[in-house]
């Protein structure tokens, strides 16, 4: 109620059908079951909360004891929505459709012709039909208490599994033993990854390891290799999502080389910079600016990907992106930092010959600052053969 108040939004309308197929994102913040027919959920700047769902769907929402009224229907849902919205008579409709932000977009194209004759028949013209994405920036965005204390389980996991992992890297292990042994813990845990199992973790050993989001491979560690994984554990229905660097010695070696040093030395800087320009009331693209702006001006390529991305239900859980003002991001770098709100930062850099250098932090937005969920890694674990 109070986040329509302040998006000046009279109604929240949520419009779904087969959701075993086609997942609104918004809906499990208000539903956490499927739904087969067509189905409405109208949240109003009054409190009323109205479910207008298939008759065989009612029980299950009359349930929650969260909704004001449940209304079952048989023949169409147009009838009970059309009254419904005309007893609301709202002067601004939010509904879930954006260009910018994923986790607002769920509003199918074939569902929203539908909803269009409905509007009209309920005398809300097009010009008061807004998207939702400000509404779900704040609901998804800013964690409940017990929300962030979900995800700090789920980041001591992954720590824990990151420590475990670490035993396991010796030359002549490959990228998917590494992987497999990840995916055995996990089973025996009785968890899920953050994101896809086959990808998760992502191990990258040496120079010819392929950067980004490619699957582990056959290649093996070698003495002279960094070795980088990206992990996230889903526990409880909340994840994490952190990245962890080794470095295997070489024969003779004590300490890492000195190009290797100097590249961790400025990523770790560039990481401190963009989470030290992560405050309430800041821009997302100011924040990425601050970090990307640390490398360029000492003498590394900048990133080509965004500086932090909310994480919660899922690991890319939507909302204001950490990042540049490319296009393919569109305005979620321009939206606004909430305190409440928990974010993954990550960059990196390459070392020629020897691999790539990433980190990646879990972070929670204070009203004052930030507080590091996950445990920042200050030094490059070294492995020794």
Request: with cysteine; glycine share 10%; proline share 5%.
């Amino acid at each position: 109620r109070g986040l329509l108040e302040r998006h000046d939004v009279d109604l929240w309308l949520t419009f779904v059908r087969e959701t075993s197929l086609s997942k609104d994102p918004a809906l499990e913040l208000i539903y956490p079951y499927d739904l087969t027919w067509h189905s409405a959920f109208l949240v109003g700047r009054d409190g009323q909360a109205t479910a207008i769902v298939g008759r065989y769907d009612a029980e299950n929402v009359k349930r929650l004891n969260v909704y004001s009224q449940v209304i079952g229907y048989d023949e169409s849902i147009g009838p009970a929505l059309t009254e419904a919205i005309r007893g609301i008579a709202p002067g601004r409709v939010a509904l879930n459709f954006s260009e910018s932000d994923p986790a607002a977009d769920g509003l199918t194209h074939g569902m929203k012709l539908t909803l269009d004759q409905i509007l009209a028949e309920a005398g809300v013209p097009s010009d008061r039909v807004v998207s939702a994405e400000g509404v779900l920036e704040s609901l998804r965005g800013q964690k409940t208490l017990s929300e962030a204390a979900l995800i700090r389980q789920a980041i001591a996991t992954t720590e824990k599994l990151f420590a475990e992992v670490g035993a396991q890297i010796r030359p002549g292990v490959s990228e998917r033993a590494l992987a497999d042994f990840m995916h055995r813990r996990l089973a025996e845990m009785g968890l899920g990854t953050s994101w896809d199992w086959d990808f998760n973790p992502i191990v990258n050993t040496g120079p010819e390891s392929v950067m980004g989001h490619a699957g582990p491979s056959d290649l093996v560690v070698r003495s002279g290799h960094l070795v980088h994984l990206d992990f996230g554990v889903k526990q409880d229905n909340y994840c994490s999502d952190i990245q962890r660097m080794w470095y295997v010695l070489d024969e003779g070696e004590n300490d890492a080389p000195a190009d290797v040093q100097r590249v961790w030395k400025l990523v770790r800087g560039a990481l401190s910079a963009g989470a030290e320009a992560l405050r309430p009331g800041k821009r997302g693209w100011e924040v990425d600016q601050a970090a990307r702006q640390y490398l360029i001006d000492r003498g590394l390529p900048e990133y080509k990907h965004a500086f932090g991305h909310n994480v919660g239900r899922v690991a890319h859980d939507g909302g204001t992106t950490l990042g540049p003002r490319w296009e393919r991001y569109g305005q979620s770098p321009y939206g606004i930092i909430e305190p409440g709100s928990v974010y993954a930062v990550e960059l990196g850099a390459e070392v020629p010959g020897k691999g790539w250098i990433y980190l990646e932090e879990n972070v929670l937005v204070t009203e004052n600052g930030l507080e590091w969920l996950s445990t920042p890694q200050t030094e490059i674990v070294l492995v020794r053969t």
